[in-house]
């Protein structure tokens, strides 16, 4: 028997879940108000944030990946994806006007901010959790590989997640800021975190589940300074334009078949961070709580 919308869960990682809807029915709006994608934007995207997120000299060269100039990336080449101070590795697979599909193998670098006492981020009591020292720390990408796509000018990657048979296991679609590529010796995207997630599970094909994640984070970091209540509308805003874009309908990239492909053995070796003096610059960073460093 099926849980009813509105039943709540933990995932995995430790977030929160609530069951949303389920894809084939019209998408209901969790945003308190309706706003135009570059309305929400406008909100969340600026330009002096993402100049402190990310503390790289190269990022103001970075261009949109909807823009005619943005480079392209190569089938193999390898490419840091930067969240803001998290930082990880991933192998392309396919990059065209539509959008970069990437591979990210069991075992390739990443580098994050972690709490300072050693502690997991989700350990933290959510009220103390955004107010703790961190300092970076070097990681690996655990269990299974993950593909990930990133649609050209849309704020949001879907990363499509496998069990350890190969089988698909869901698709995860992590809101975030529209993405800024930079070519040259480090390929790398750009882009920040919205804390708000959507999980779409992987049974009942034509009809899954899709959950909201993360719920009771973004209101923490409103009451923590962190976002403002609008900015925070705004992320749930895009929230419900992906579940109308694509999600509910099953348009691409969920349409394309993506559960199914599977890595051969070069496009399948972990990938490393480089040795360059940005990256030192990076493992170097610390705070004393989110909103610092």
């Not at 655990?142 to 796509?149: A, E, F, H, I």
């Not at 993360?214 to 009451?223: F, G």
């Not at 992906?242 to 348009?251: L, N, T, W």
């Not at 993506?258 to 040795?275: E, I």
């Amino acid at each position: 028997m099926r849980l009813p919308l509105g039943s709540t869960a933990v995932s995995p990682s430790g977030g929160t879940l609530t069951l949303l809807s389920r894809r084939g029915q019209p998408w209901k709006r969790i945003a308190s108000r309706e706003l135009a994608l570059r309305e929400a934007l406008a909100l969340l995207d600026s330009a002096d944030e993402q100049r402190v997120a990310h503390a790289d000299t190269l990022f103001p060269s970075a261009v949109l990946s909807s823009a005619e100039t943005a480079p392209r990336f190569a089938e193999g080449q390898e490419l840091l994806w930067r969240y803001g101070r998290h930082i990880e590795t991933a192998r392309v697979i396919r990059d065209d006007g539509r959008g970069l599909v990437v591979w990210i193998p069991s075992g390739s670098a990443r580098l994050q901010p972690a709490p300072s006492d050693g502690r997991r981020h989700r350990d933290i009591p959510l009220e103390e959790r955004f107010r703790a020292p961190w300092k970076m720390t070097e990681t690996s990408w655990t269990g299974p590989g993950v593909l990930r796509v990133a649609p050209s000018g849309r704020p949001w990657s879907i990363w499509f997640f496998q069990r350890h048979d190969g089988t698909p296991d869901g698709a995860y679609v992590n809101l975030e800021l529209p993405h800024r590529r930079l070519g040259g010796e480090t390929p790398t995207i750009f882009t920040r975190d919205l804390v708000l997630d959507l999980w779409i599970d992987a049974e009942h094909p034509g009809s899954e589940d899709i959950w909201l994640k993360d719920a009771d984070e973004l209101q923490t970091i409103v009451e923590h300074g962190r976002f403002t209540a609008e900015q925070a509308d705004a992320v749930r805003t895009l929230a419900d334009i992906a579940g109308q874009e694509f999600i509910s309908a099953g348009a691409w990239p969920m349409d394309e078949g993506w559960t199914s492909w599977r890595p051969d053995a070069a496009m399948d070796r972990p990938v490393a961070l480089p040795n360059t003096p940005a990256m030192d610059a990076a493992r170097a960073r610390s705070g004393s709580t989110s909103l610092e460093g």
